[in-house]
């Protein structure tokens, strides 16, 4: 059963940082890429970042470039977003995702939500001004 647990949110305040970790089981966790995304009240989910399965592509979306870091532990199975100089704007929960098709070794990962297919229940990150 592929299991995707966030945890590190919690409430910070404009400027500060915090790290979110996803992590993984469940599914060979070297071979799919993984996605970081939030869904702000009222809004619809929109992806921040997302890693390949070969580690050598990461995209960000114009709004956290510059700012956020993704990475990847393949000894801990765990996925990392990294988020600093944080914004009110940036208030949301934030999901990690996992495709449901391998590609191993592959530089692919895409921001759009619809093409994952595995969602951890998110956690929660305030921002206050």
């Known amino acids: 059963e592929v299991q995707l647990d966030e945890s590190g949110g919690g409430l910070v305040q404009a400027g500060g940082s915090l790290r979110l970790s996803c992590a993984a089981s469940?599914?060979?966790?070297?071979?799919?890429?993984i996605g970081w995304f939030r869904q702000a009240p009222g809004k619809e989910r929109e992806g921040a970042s997302c890693?390949?399965?070969?580690?050598?592509?990461?995209y960000y979306a114009d709004s956290v470039k510059g700012r956020f870091t993704i990475s990847r532990d393949r000894a801990e199975n765990t996925v990392y977003l990294q988020m600093n100089s944080l914004k009110p704007e940036d208030t949301a929960v934030y999901y990690c995702?996992?495709?449901?098709?391998?590609?191993?070794?592959?530089?692919?990962?895409?921001?759009?939500?619809?093409?994952?297919?595995?969602w951890g229940q998110g956690t929660q990150v305030t921002v206050s001004s």
């Open positions: 469940g599914f060979a966790f070297d071979d799919y890429a």
């Open positions: 890693i390949s399965s070969s580690d050598d592509s990461t």
């Open positions: 995702a996992v495709s449901g098709v391998a590609r191993s070794g592959s530089s692919w990962c895409d921001l759009r939500p619809y093409e994952y297919d595995y």
